[in-house]
């Protein structure tokens, strides 16, 4: 819970009047939820929001109540096919109950995260440099790969992977989630590498499932000597194909992504043991089908016709060969423990660059959100960038309810997918795991801090071309609500059609 004696709600006169006129309001029409946030017309100015659910609206809505505007918004996809956030989450006391998931650490003395020296280290970014690495990297495999992924449907990945398999000489584990984009993966993989495939469906599901709702991890060991590791899944999305001559349009066709590619026996080793685990683990657990096809949206094709940055030449990669300390992360494992370490002893600056960052709901993430809070109050050197999927309603609890300072908070333009850290100028966090709750402490991710003024400066440069380039400051006014594609509808006349997983989920 936040508890600073020197934090203000912005919305605690808000709340009251909601919680005075809570019968009236939910008596309007169409009204799903109620809540305070910040107008989407007029900066900073609290207001009472109406969340509406699709259809036509018999009646009005009062213009005020309680001496505060009232404004209205559709219903998100999110808050319609799930639930609303509730109204103590602006109220900063959303801290709930861990959920009932039976991960288990491994046995120390079978595999532990444990802090090493490096001395081979590819840094490259996506979309600039992300599938030639990874290709060249997948290529060269000689007996084995070992793959932990959470989406994996990019046919240009998949015809390098099956490439592989047809030579006969490979062998592949893989542990991936299976949801609606994934389900022929297992089947293919087996057409390419016969007996030599051993495949896992990750435990992410029902009363014994082993991580709350996603295997989020993008890791893959090839020949148990050297690893890629990243924010990015193998869709199209993360490892895009980029055309000769397309350098003006990159942030157009993928995500802004961070990736390494490390060559060192003992880190591949303990990446490849724990994802060995993780299989073994899952294999005792009766993992149901996915219960809920989630639905197509669709998005303005304005939001991608905007991200026109002047890119003089992609990002490439960079090979750092001196001695570098590292230390693996892991969640449900270190992650949240570690990065709150790294935030409350940073002295000069931090600068993250997340896809979304939401409001938390468990204890140690709840104490990130506040060491930030501090940090900003403090006077550090503070940037926060999110991507367009970043809800509103998560950046007017942070900002109104958290005390983030909002010039500090940008939105990134351009399709943004990275989870990267960068503290006082000299140690970067790079991997998978997104700023919520889940993320952060439920799900199966990874990160490695790399102590670093080399690699800090590499990753720095194209964080300061984003936040120059391809940001505004957060507002409600660029925040896109999708619509729910409805099933075997054409896409409409200024819309893109993209999944459910590429919007909230990759």
């Given at each position: 819970m936040a508890t600073k004696e020197n934090t203000i709600n912005l919305f605690s006169p808000v709340i009251s009047v909601i919680e005075d006129h809570e019968e009236e309001l939910y008596a309007l029409p169409n009204v799903k939820a109620v809540h305070p946030g910040f107008s989407a017309t007029e900066e900073d100015l609290p207001v009472i929001v109406l969340v509406l659910k699709p259809g036509p609206v018999d009646g009005t809505y009062p213009e005020h109540l309680g001496g505060y505007p009232v404004e209205t918004a559709l219903a998100s996809p999110v808050e319609l096919i799930f639930d609303v956030l509730p109204l103590s989450a602006w109220k900063g006391i959303n801290i709930e109950a861990a959920p009932n998931i039976h991960y288990r650490a491994p046995d120390p003395s079978r595999v532990a995260l444990?802090?090493?020296?490096v001395a081979d280290i590819n840094c490259h970014v996506g979309p600039d440099a992300g599938w030639p690495t990874l290709k060249s990297f997948?290529?060269?495999?000689?007996?084995?790969?070992t793959v932990a992924m959470y989406e994996f449907y990019a046919d240009h990945i998949k015809d390098t992977v099956n490439q592989i398999g047809r030579r006969g000489d490979v062998s592949i584990n893989m542990i991936l989630q299976v949801d609606k984009n994934d389900k022929g993966v297992e089947a293919m993989l087996t057409q390419s590498f016969g007996?030599?495939?051993?495949?896992?469906?990750?435990?992410?599901a029902g009363p014994n499932r082993i991580f709350?709702?996603?295997?989020h991890t993008k890791v893959a060991v090839r020949d148990s000597t050297a690893f890629w590791?990243?924010?990015?899944?193998?869709?199209?999305n993360s490892q895009p194909l980029i055309p000769n001559g397309s350098a003006q349009d990159l942030y157009k066709?993928?995500?802004?992504?961070?990736?390494?590619?490390?060559?060192?026996?003992?880190?591949?080793?303990?990446?490849e043991k724990f994802i060995l685990y993780d299989m073994e683990q899952a294999r005792t657990v009766a993992t149901p089908e996915f219960e809920q096809v989630m639905p197509d949206l669709f998005i303005p094709e304005t939001l991608l016709q905007e991200v026109t940055p002047l890119q003089p030449h992609p990002f490439s990669a960079k090979t750092f060969t001196g001695a570098v300390k590292v230390k693996p992360l892991m969640s449900p494992d270190n992650y949240a423990v570690e990065v709150l370490r790294l935030i409350e002893a940073a002295e000069k600056a931090i600068y993250l660059q997340f896809s979304y960052i939401r409001q938390p709901s468990a204890a140690t993430f709840n104490n990130i959100i506040d060491a930030l809070a501090k940090k900003m109050d403090s006077g550090l050197d503070v940037r926060i960038i999110v991507g367009p999927s970043q809800d509103s309603k998560h950046s007017d609890i942070l900002i109104g309810t958290r005390n983030w300072k909002k010039e500090m908070f940008r939105q990134q333009s351009s399709k943004l997918h990275n989870k990267g850290i960068l503290i006082d100028h000299k140690i970067a966090v790079v991997g998978s795991n997104n700023w919520s709750s889940d993320g952060t402490q439920y799900n199966r991710d990874t990160s490695l801090v790399f102590y670093s003024e080399e690699i800090a400066a590499y990753y720095n440069e194209v964080f300061m071309f984003d936040w120059d380039n391809?940001?505004?400051?957060?507002?409600?006014?660029?925040?896109?609500?999708?619509?729910?594609?409805?099933e075997g509808a054409p896409t409409p006349e200024g819309m893109i059609r993209v999944s459910w997983?590429?919007?909230?989920?990759?």
């Open positions: 444990v802090e090493m020296e997948m290529e060269a495999t000689q007996h084995t790969l007996d030599k495939l051993t495949f896992v469906k990750a435990s992410v709350n709702n996603s295997y590791l990243s924010s990015g899944n193998w869709s199209p066709l993928g995500n802004r992504e961070w990736h390494v590619v490390i060559n060192d026996t003992n880190l591949a080793q303990m990446y391809l940001t505004r400051e957060i507002s409600k006014k660029i925040s896109v609500t999708p619509i729910i594609a409805p997983q590429e919007w909230y989920e990759e």
